[in-house]
Every structure is written in structure tokens, then in C-alpha cells.
């Protein structure tokens, strides 16, 4: 796969970070989702510094209800985002000073 140039197509799992915007006036949220390039992930750690999170590469941002399970997410990311989703991805959350996997 290759997005803004980067090809992301031999690395081992792609990795995707999710942000989103909450609203008041939609009963939807946007949920901002962006490609961690293979050589900022820190796979000893099995982590990325929240310092290196301007390095990513967003792919889009999908629509989906607030209470929307990640195991739900996982089904919609393709479906909205089409070709551009890898198919080996993993979700990431914030602990401390990095994004680390979330286990489902």
C-alpha cells in the first residue's frame, strides 16, 4: 500500500491510530484514522512516542456512533474507507507518554 508517497506495503502489521471529534448537534462522532510508518514504531516496546504521532499518515475519517465497539470499528473501517485500510491493522491507545496496542 502506498499513501502521500510512503509505500507501506512490505511491512509486517500495519499499525492505525485513531482520534476523534465529538459533537453535541450529531448523533455521530468522527473518528480520524492515520497509518503509523514502520520505521517510527518501536517494536521492542511494541509502542509509538506520542512525540512521533506528527510522523503518521492519515488515511480519512470515518463516521460512527459513540457507542460504537472497537470490534464493531473493525468491520466499518473498510467499509468506509475502502482499499486504504490495511487488512493486518491493530488499534492504539494513549498510556503515559505513548500509543500502545490495545488488546480486543
Do not use: C
Not at 36 to 52: A, H, T
Not at 69 to 83: F, G, S, V
Amino acid at each position: 500500500m502506498s499513501i502521500a508517497g510512503k509505500d507501506f506495503s512490505d511491512t509486517q502489521s500495519n499499525r492505525l491510530v485513531l482520534e476523534h471529534d465529538n459533537t453535541t448537534l450529531n448523533p455521530l462522532v468522527d473518528l480520524h484514522v492515520y497509518i503509523v510508518p514502520p520505521d517510527i514504531w518501536r517494536d521492542r516496546f511494541n509502542n509509538l512516542l506520542n512525540q512521533s504521532v506528527s510522523e503518521t499518515v492519515s488515511i480519512g475519517i470515518i463516521r460512527v456512533s459513540p457507542d460504537i465497539k472497537l470490534t464493531d470499528i473493525r468491520d466499518e473501517l473498510p467499509r468506509q474507507l475502502e482499499d486504504l485500510v490495511p487488512s493486518d491493522f491493530i488499534f492504539l491507545r494513549s498510556v503515559g507518554r505513548s500509543l500502545t496496542r490495545v488488546r480486543l
